[in-house]
């Protein structure tokens, strides 16, 4: 292919909306320059869902993502539906399954939905140019000029897709949001979302269940989930604790309910229709025996249920459904699969996720304070943001 200096738009970032936005400009006929600094296109969408993709989720809406302007994402999450990534989907004949909760998958591999990507980019002409890093990015007389390797590029538009800083040791960078502050543009506070919570203190003797799950309903502030909660030798993980994890602040507890599906006063009607059964016995009856054993002991009720008082009883049992862990952090941006924050959405347009006072500059993806929940909601989000740049650009 030829190589043009001159571009009608220059996107940094092939990810997921880079990847996006490029084929979608590409096949309206534009001349499109895609850079990335790795040396493979969408390194992130061959590492997602275990491999496999969670590649959208079904029950997608702007109420599934966090951002200091809950409505933003509205306009491109209506325009480009799951569905529409679905039908791309099966046009490329990717077979694919419903997991749990609208949660779609490829049923073979992450690289199908890489490849779809590619193909799509090669049907728009689309120029892909990977593995130098981007050395000046500036704007002068209506053209934004971009120089990587020995090489320099001008357009009239460019869209920063860069993603956010999680996972660093894949390549991911903060670049998006030194370029947003370079052209005036304000930065949510980034921070890292669906990630790993640690416990210290008293709490570290939870570490000795590390591999324990059980199924509860995990709550950070007025936010809740219902999924697997998991133990692990720095404290708590699994899809609940990772979904809370985006709502957390420093200093509040996550509060645990360990027996969603027991009605309040349940212990004391056990109490009184077993007396001599001990509670981690009947605790082990709904949970894995270690952490029933653990929970009874942090109880203090020992021994025979029928020798507690009902106030005891019922005590504990109002803890076991509101069990306050006060984690001391998370596991960073190192182990978080997204992040929260970024490019403020107060600076861009929601239907074309331009910059409102820099012409020209787009930002989408990760790299926009737009962070969904677990599940497939943050491609869906890169594809609609990517989608909406790339009808305008
Ligand atoms: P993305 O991070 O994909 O792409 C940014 C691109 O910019 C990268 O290619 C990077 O190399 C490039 N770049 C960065 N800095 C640069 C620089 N300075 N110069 C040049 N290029 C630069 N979501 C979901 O919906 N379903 C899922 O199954 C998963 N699974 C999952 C697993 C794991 C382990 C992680 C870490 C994340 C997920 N996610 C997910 C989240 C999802 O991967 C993420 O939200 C999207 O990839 C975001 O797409 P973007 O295109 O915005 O950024």
Known sequence: MTTHTTYDTIILGAGAAGLMCAFTAGQRGRRVLLLDHAEAIGKKILISGGGRCNFTNLHTAADCYISANPHFAKSALGRYTAQDFLALVEAHGIAWHEKTLGQLFCDGSAKQIVALLQDECDKGGVEIALGEAIRDVDHADGQYRVSFGDRTARAPSLVIATGGPSIPQMGATGFAYDLARRF?????????????????????????????????????????????????????????????????????????????????????????????????????????????????????????????????????????????????????????????????????????????KVPGLYAIGEAVDVTGWLGGYNFQWAWASGWAAGQVV
């Not at 899809?239 to 602040?249: D, F, G, K, M, T």
């Not at 009874?296 to 106030?311: V, Y």
């Not at 019922?314 to 182990?335: I, V, Y």
């Open 184 to 356: 005036g543009l304000k930065v949510v506070e980034p921070r890292p979302a669906l990630v790993p919570l640690t416990l210290g203190g008293d709490e570290t003797l939870f570490r000795s269940l590390s591999g324990v799950a059980a199924e509860v309903v995990a709550k950070a502030g007025k936010t809740k989930f219902r999924e697997a909660a998991l133990f692990t030798h720095k404290g708590l993980s699994g899809p609940a604790i990772l979904q809370v994890s985006s709502y957390w602040r420093h200093s509040e507890p996550v509060g645990i309910d360990f027996l969603p599906d027991l009605k309040p006063g349940w212990l004391v009607g056990v109490k009184h229709a077993r007396p001599r059964v001990s509670l981690a016995s009947v605790l082990s009856n709904h949970l894995p025996g270690r952490l029933a054993e653990t929970l009874a002991d942090r109880l203090g009720i020992e021994g025979e249920l029928g020798a507690a008082t009902d106030k005891a009883v019922d005590a504990a049992a109002r803890q076991l459904a509101d069990w306050r862990f006060s984690p001391n952090g998370t596991e960073g941006f190192a182990k978080a699969e997204v992040t929260a924050g970024g490019i403020s959405t107060a600076e861009l347009s929601s239907q074309t996720m331009e910059a409102r």
